[in-house]
């Protein structure tokens, strides 16, 4: 399985991601502009980053130009933004086998971007600008089809694969080193206030489709399987499936976000195809 080689420090990754766009720039001319505006004419990550918020979820409402300088703002005073970005970046080179470079992430993949966005939005709500964090949502939501509220805590190293349709509530805890699929959901139960959602641990794989409901915990290391409705905690290390979901495996993969290993064990499968 091809996967892409990225080196840890974010300078190394700032040189690799120019020495992608200087190449693409190079191979196809039509796209030198754009290569230009997102990453040659940057001094480093932070740079290069706020300009592509900006000119995705700017609008008639909040200039591109205003979405920067807030992003900006938000990425010198609290530099553990960019690291996560960073360490996203990461984890998309390490669990994506489809990727080329790191400038299909950085400018193609609404999973990554929706993040990176978000982050920003969640550093809105800490200082209190809660009006400006829900704009922010609004939008990623609108043009990514992501919807993560801006008082949800969201570890590093997060690999949103496809983005379309996940959804993670306000008081929704996601740890590191966390992958999920499209259509994830991690919701509640029904319209009580108050801690309501899920704590979903470290290197935790969540499934396409699958929904965590309620104030439960999913250990560290679990796995849920694809379409899955889950409804009681998960213990650390172990695998459930179904409809509402049993535990169908323990222990399962010893990093399942990592190996993005979606299979499950064979005592599941009772029938033959």
């Excluded at 999913?218 to 172990?238: E, M």
Aim: proline share 4%.
């Amino acid at each position: 399985m091809h996967k892409l080689e990225v080196v840890a420090s974010q300078d190394g990754i700032w040189s690799q991601l120019r020495a992608s766009a200087d190449e693409a720039a190079r191979r196809e001319p039509h796209l030198g502009s754009l290569m230009n505006a997102t990453i040659l004419s940057h001094i480093d990550l932070a740079n290069a980053l706020s300009f592509q918020i900006a000119r995705k979820i700017g609008d008639a409402e909040l200039a591109p130009m205003s979405v920067r300088e807030v992003c900006a703002f938000a990425f010198w005073s609290d530099p553990t933004i960019v690291a996560a970005a960073e360490a996203d970046l990461q984890a998309v080179a390490e669990r994506d086998p489809a990727i080329k470079s790191l400038l299909q992430p950085f400018l193609y993949f609404k999973g990554f971007q929706a993040l990176q966005a978000w982050r920003v939005a969640h550093w809105l709500w800490g200082q209190g600008r809660e009006t400006l964090a829900f704009h922010f949502q609004s939008r990623i939501s609108e043009l990514f089809q992501v919807d993560i509220h801006p008082a949800a805590r969201v570890g590093s190293g997060i690999f949103l694969d496809h983005g379309t349709g996940i959804v993670i509530g306000e008081t929704a805890v996601v740890g590191d080193e966390v992958s999920m699929l499209h259509g994830v959901t991690l919701g509640g139960t029904g319209a009580e206030r108050g801690d309501r959602h899920p704590k979903i641990g470290k290197g935790v794989l969540l499934g396409a489709g699958a929904k965590v409901l309620g104030n439960i915990v999913v250990g560290d290391y679990a796995k849920i399987a694809s379409g899955s409705v889950v409804l009681k905690p998960v213990p650390a290390g172990c695998t459930v499936a179904g409809v509402p979901a049993r535990l169908v495996n323990c222990p399962t993969d010893a990093a399942p976000a990592r190996t993005m290993d979606h299979t499950l064990a064979d005592v599941v499968y009772d029938f033959v195809i």
